[in-house]
């Protein structure tokens, strides 16, 4: 079983994957909580450092450097687990491409040809939330107009992003989890949406 756990920045995505595997491990399942950019693999360590660096790649190239990461983490990490039955939770899966990078302006044809090998995941849960309360849960309040003008470009962004999320999930037929509320609230709910499921 391979469940996925996507959102914009600061909707809850690590807090909730985390509940959810610690609520499995109390029912005695085997689970490996993962997630991307990898933290483990060579593929995201450079991923990361050069998603922080000022020369910032070309979108196509973050697309590719994201789809080099995941094949990595498919090939060590996913599909060995899943293989030993075991219920792999990951944080951020190739829905983060076609909503991150498409919004970037990389073609849809693109990101599905260097996607198209990975497996699909069994379950992908959006954790849906205003940009707003994202926006306070990882930074706080603004200091000084500087910061008040940056957040608001990264509203508008987490806007878009927000809305490129509901129109996949639309199509996929994610579970769509309101992020708002306490941790434990959000997970109850995380954890009703998968009831059926096994
Ligand atoms: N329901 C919640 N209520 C209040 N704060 C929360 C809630 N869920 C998570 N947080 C806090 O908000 C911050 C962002 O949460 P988290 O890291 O889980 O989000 P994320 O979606 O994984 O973000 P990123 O995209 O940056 O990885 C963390 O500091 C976390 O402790
Ligand atoms: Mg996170």
Do not use: C
């Amino acid at each position: 079983m391979f469940i996925v756990f996507e959102g914009i920045d600061g909707s809850g995505k690590g807090t909730q994957a985390r509940m959810l595997a610690d609520h499995l491990i109390r029912k005695g399942k085997k689970i490996v909580l993962t997630e991307e950019p990898t933290k483990e693999l060579f593929t995201g360590y450079f991923t990361r450092i050069i998603l922080r660096s000022k020369d910032t790649p070309h979108p196509r190239t973050i697309a590719l450097m994201m789809a080099a990461d995941r094949n990595e983490h498919v090939e060590k990490v996913i599909r060995p687990a899943l293989e030993a039955g075991e219920i792999v939770i990951s944080e951020r899966y190739y829905w983060s491409s076609f909503v991150y990078q498409s919004l970037q302006g990389v073609s849809d044809d693109f990101l599905n040809y260097i996607n198209r090998e990975f497996p699909k995941p069994d379950i992908t849960i959006l954790i849906d939330i205003d940009p707003e309360t994202a926006m306070e849960r990882i930074i706080g309040r603004a200091h000084g107009n500087d910061g008040l003008v940056q957040q608001f470009e990264r509203l508008e962004f987490l806007r878009k992003l927000r809305r490129k999320y509901l129109e996949i999930a639309r199509k996929e037929g994610f579970l769509v989890v309101d992020g708002s509320g306490t941790p434990k609230e959000v997970h109850t709910r995380v954890v009703a949406a998968l009831e059926g499921y096994w």
